[in-house]
């Protein structure tokens, strides 16, 4: 089975939970008064250009590193309360990971969970404590812990809902966030791994220095998050599905590097192995909610071999908008 957007987010479920994504969108507005203006969450340049406006979110671009983000945003303090009590989080939780964790088990945890070993034995690091932060529905730290690759596996999880169902997988689950979690529950951690979590946060360098304190000596983390230079955003632009309420940093392969050095880290390797930059613009082109008078576009999504070669140029290209960061503690 080709993997495909649809298999991970059922257009039917998806349309269904717009009503908790305005919910969500109209909540954070409430607290716009209090959104606090930021400098470059890489490289702390001041210098940035406005980009557009989005659920009456502003999104400026860092004209030093071509980071772009939300700004202002709302305070982290803010932050905790929204994701404690997301109405859509609770719904993905509770209909659409339930309904497609087959498939993303399958497709995304396990190759995932291989993709971590394989870096492990690479790098030769220890493999006694694997830390899951931003762990969601549990399913990559189920897979994780399956392999019996590492004696212990912990899963940190702020939501209520999503930290429920890790339990509910008996994985050793804390109900917190790496910033708010005690020192001694986590300490010599040798892995750590955050998946789709950065884009998130109001300050990702707070974020990665608290993981950089949880790390034993060599130890190595794996962070994922949205290549904002990638193809689907790129093109979309504020049409992308990536872009939304919650999304406040949008790294690249350069800058992600920047903001990972400034906290410590060796950085060891940065990639886009992501595979679905095609098909969602396709899809965005076929609903007709992307048009393009540009035949090189056109050329290249009116083809189904054209589309899987090009997707595969994407991601030997670092051009993919799934980004990879691997990096060491020093």
Known sequence: MKFTENNIRPKKLIDKGKKYLKQDIVYLLNFKKKFVKVNCPAC??????????????????CDKCKT?????????????????????????????????????????????ALKIIQIVK?????????????????????????????????ALEPNKEGSKKCIEKKIYTLNASIEKVKKKDIKDVNVATSFEVIEHLYSPEKFLKKIYDSLSRKAMIVVTCPNGLGFDISI?????????HEHLNYFNPSSIKI????????????????????????NKFNEKKFTTKNNFYRQILSNKNIRNKFQNFLIKNKLSSNMWIVAQKK
Request: charged share 30%; aromatic share 18%.
């Open 44 to 61: 702390k340049s001041k210098v940035k250009s406005f980009m557009f406006t989005k659920n009456d979110f502003n999104y400026v671009s």
């Open 259 to 282: 903001l990972m050095e400034r906290c410590g880290f060796n950085v060891l390797d940065v990639m886009t192995p992501g595979v679905l930059d095609v098909d969602i613009v396709y």
């Open 68 to 112: 772009f983000y939300v700004n202002p945003r709302p305070t982290e303090k803010i932050l905790d309360k929204f994701y404690d009590s997301s109405k859509l989080y609770n719904y993905w939780n509770n209909f659409i990971f339930p309904a497609t964790e087959k498939v993303r088990s399958k497709k995304i945890f396990l190759p995932r």
């Open 122 to 154: 690479k790098f030769k690091i220890k493999r006694n404590f694997i830390m899951d932060i931003g762990a969601g529905y549990g399913t990559f730290c189920q897979v994780i812990k399956g392999k019996k690759f590492f004696k212990k596996v912990i």
């Open 236 to 244: 979309l632009g504020k049409k992308s599905e990536a872009i939304d």
